[in-house]
């Protein structure tokens, strides 16, 4: 053992740092909104920092953007239009795109900075999504797009970073901000927000992420995948028109599947929707404890 | 953020480093064994370190400890003798004495030292377990107890460490080891086995404690759960000589839990039972690619 | 190379850590007026951090103390009494006390709690000088001391800890201060002063302590040493009322410290005397852009 | 205080860590006898490291190789021409070239992947010193090049990394190496050699270039420079076939120096001369005990 050299250091919290060696730096850069590091990981291989937290890397990736846009586009019995806000690295995009029945696909991200950085030196994450026909690309606030905008959606994806003091997104987890969303939601219509962290210690923000959808949807579900470069339980709550999520037969599924011609899965399947939904007991005594997240006190990450 | 002072550095890989705040040093020392430090770190409270890798932390060593033990034992239709292999905190001790209907637990640990730092320093783990009547500690090879003994046992617990070059576990995974504990489980017995870390670059040894058994007993599963001091989705591979672990309705588990009395569970419940069989793809689809781990060819781990 | 398990951090500033791996902590608290840790350094042996930053070592306190406190002993004719104004460790009072001439030797320290962890977990430091009859020890303000006392002194020495905002030897370096000093000085009086980093970087406060005695008396010198443990160059500033520090002949040194039966010197000899007065052009020349330091705009340091 | 994000780690020794912070990475590549990194560091500028150790910083490179240039160049009373071993970013050349004297410069260093980066990425380095026309440039092995080459030089100057077991310079720094030079030195020629760390703890490597000169050459002296970014006392062994380098007089050095026209010393000044060669004591003590480096018993470093 010798690790000496490049290293790339997360403080998670205080009291808990991760350390991870570099191989490369690919890019690194001050945007408008935030800190990128695009660096290349001998543990992960290409991996993208945002202010210094780890946001996503090579080796699971996929199974971070097959767990976050999946289980919603499957839950929409035939999604022809999504809506994704946030996601600049054009991989949740990727994930939408796969379904043959989507006509329209528009993606909503703040920075042009990090689109253009991730498309630059990260293309297997986008793999073509922001060239396909299909896609609307719009820099902008979300908040201000989903307000303005007259369309409506099938499915909306959260694909945001955590609300920090100050930062882009402290109005996006709000039940204003949700109401708005059921708004431009058609009838069926599905919404699943990265919820962040689902571990013991640190699962607040899931829980009131599933608590403030719960005001507003009929069906709101919540589902953990673990992430390994993020060392976390991630949360992903999914709020529903119409059909409850976790309720749905594989075999509906598979038909689903089969009628879109979604193929490349990697970490999804079927078989495994159920499972999602099976989440810890901390997780799950905590999901009453949650707090309805308000325009006038949202919820301010501090880790 | 000030991150000074004492941290405590484990080097999971070459490429990726944890560091962990130290409030206080409570032990340190080395055994005939092992290298062993009890820490109170910031983010974990009090934390068992073997070798420098960390085994045990006060947050959620309940959640290791549960899901090690409780689904083995519920397994099991009336488990009156235990055996457990390892588990020198005393902990898995401690959940195995919860079912009423034990009358002798058996616990055989190589490092008496261990043993003895872990009641001094770590008495929430054993809670009383090493004075309890039913118990019997051994502190010598267990690999030796087990083609010594005459006893046989309803339940076996193998709670060792990974098996490390010139460390003490390496025969206590292979398929001649499992055959003799296979000889000395009772009729309806179960051995559930802690199989180290499920994650997607690092599941090769489950998989073959997975592949391992299913040579041997007629039922075997995997189950996953998320330990957040370990920053890692976990594995525990049980095997039965009768009934199927993931096939056991919650009602059935619920009378179990009644008539045994078993009080105190703060991570495992009945309803949570099913929930932890289902594993994630890669795991699944890695299982059948684990080798059969023999003495003339056993599994070292080099991360 | 295999550096896991327990370090010490220290952030010298947010551009450079050093990190010391730790044998055993010794001590660990907090007093009323710092941080402390005692610790044993595999690199260092013992080694006492205040408020997180090295402060002496067992390989080099004796270079750190006899450079302090020889030059000015022996560069007073026959010093009968000495003042030391901070030294916690007691190292100080030990070198002070090996001048035979020493009939009295008032230490003043504010922290209490520093004075008794010191005496008990880094005994070699003080070496039996608290239990010396000629040594009074003060547990007070110093520059309360000094503006009080009625007492006069041949040598006073000034070992305390840079000026922190906040911090307790905020004005213990500002003109006003040194005024009361010469005035408690007898007529062929020596201060010296520990006066942090030489380093090319950072030597602000060394030329500005140099430039505030020079306001006051009429032989000031510099001088520097290599103190391995603080992988520093690190500045002394003398200050005489009579003889000039630097002019003495190795020859007057020799008679002086046979006259006084000074052994047991491992760093400092007189035949070294003249050579640190030799610092480098960088120091030299930023000798005349210090400042004077007042009670109005005293010195905070800031690395 | 936030360390995050990108750091260089630098192991002195399993004990003794250095974390740099990174502003970028300039250039990172494994040349055939080393590791290159050319870092820009937050603290000291751009920097390069081979195979993860300091080797030059922006801050105070000229005072490196002022430090090692200098001394001897003025040492010689005429210098004509001079061979530089090693050196490979450039900047010895340049300190050479200030002397108007000189009228022939050539640097044999092994590794021209090294050259080209440092010409690429620290121009500052070598200042137009590789286009000079009294540089001549040989990439091969210097003890090679020294032992054919039918010419004389002047001065010879060592700017070599430690002998490292399979390095590159384990045969550069013996005595049968250093005869050789002896024999292609004139008359009055100067070896200065760049050697290593002179602190207490880790100074027998210079002690034993000292000692193996002292075999060879009528004058040898030894001398120190603190090196901020080294974090180091640093010693430079000088031998001299006629004068004695540090009994050159301040007058002496300055009618040199004016009359070749020097220029641009940041660091070295004829006044500064005589004050390099006082060293610690423990350093002064240690001379005697350097071992003869022999072909047969070269120097390993192990830190």
Redesign the interface.
Known sequence: ???????????F??????????K??LY?GQSRFQ?I?I?D???YGKTLFLD?KIQSAQ??EH?YHEALVQPAMFTHPEPKSALIIGGGEGATLREVLKHGSIEKAVMVDIDGELVDASRKYLPEWSDGAFDDSRTELIIDDARKYIFETDEKFDVVISDLTEPLEGGPSKYLFTKEFYNRVNDILTESGVLVVQSGS????YNDFAASVYRTLGEIFPAVGIY???I?SF???WAFTIASRKERPEDLSEEVLNIRMKSRGVENL????PK?H???F?????L?EKLSEGRVLTDADPYIWTA
Request: charged letters at 25%.
């Open positions: 053992m010798n690790p000496e050299g490049l290293w790339f250091r997360e403080i919290t205080d009291n808990l740092i991760f350390g991870y060696r570099v490369r730096v690194s800190k590091d660096l990981l001998y543990a210094n080796i699971d199974i689902a571990v013991q210690m953990t995948v673990y390994e060392q976390m339980l990697r970490f999804y399947l495994y159920r499972g999602l099976y989440i810890p007991r901390y799950d």
